[in-house]
């Protein structure tokens, strides 16, 4: 079964803090994206990945930078984290540029 | 700009049929989608649509699509208390983007 895998399903991290959510697919897609969902807002799009070394900017990218090293690996780090970073963080990635993707199972990150 | 928009509540008796609805603005969109979160997951690709059709049915769910009003709809037949979740819909025209996403509740 495919699977987008987030290394951690609960976090809470101070502010100020360097922050890193990592996700891993076993689906050999070329495509990954990190979003964050707030209710009553849905999914907003922070950061995207084409290929590997390569990151294109979402709809939200302030406070945060994305790392693709490997192409089935790609991090989001919040440099400094803040309160109004807290929120669910979820991982996908897809095969083609459509929009049929893969989520992970999200990390819900809480900063004091 | 892109926007895509969802009520947020919609309940429901057991056994009857749901319709979530959902407008968009983008008219280059090329696919939308249908997406189903259910609690403490991440989401689930339900079923998808061209922009040149107008309908699809797939077992119990039927996507219906007006794409001169740019209004997409779901109707899930004889809901199940299994189907309680949040529904999401999505445009893509060269970017995913997803509506609020709509909570159905299935009441016994």
């Known amino acids: 079964d495919v699977k987008v895998t987030q290394s951690s399903r609960y976090l809470v991290k101070r502010t100020g803090e360097k922050v890193f959510l990592e996700c891993v697919q076993d689906?050999?897609?070329?495509?990954m994206f990190w979003y964050r969902q707030d209710p009553g807002l849905g999914l907003r799009l922070i950061y995207f990945?084409?290929?590997?070394?390569?990151?294109e900017k979402g709809d939200i990218p302030e406070g945060y930078s994305v790392s693709r090293e490997k192409k089935e690996r790609f991090s989001l780090i919040l440099e400094s984290a803040s309160t109004n970073q807290t929120s669910m963080y979820l991982c996908?990635?897809?095969?083609?540029?459509?929009?049929?993707?893969?989520f992970g199972s999200g990390t819900r990150l809480t900063v004091v | 700009g892109e926007d895509v928009e969802q009520s947020l509540f919609l309940s429901v008796r057991e056994g009857d049929s749901s319709v979530i609805n959902c407008t968009y603005t983008?008219?280059?969109?090329?696919?939308l989608y249908w997406y189903k979160q259910e609690p403490g997951a991440g989401l689930q690709l339900l079923t998808y649509?061209?922009?040149?059709?107008d309908m699809k049915q797939d077992q119990r769910l039927t996507v219906l699509l007006n794409k001169k009003d740019k209004h997409l709809s779901l109707r899930i037949a004889d809901t199940q208390t299994g189907d309680s979740a949040i529904y999401f819909c999505a445009e893509f025209g060269g970017k995913l983007i997803f509506g609020q996403g709509t909570e159905l509740s299935v009441k016994p």
């Open positions: 689906m050999d897609h070329e495509n």
């Open positions: 990945s084409y290929d590997v070394k390569m990151k």
């Open positions: 996908a990635s897809s095969l083609s540029r459509g929009g049929g993707y893969t």
């Open positions: 983008d008219s280059s969109s090329t696919y």
């Open positions: 649509i061209f922009s040149n059709m």
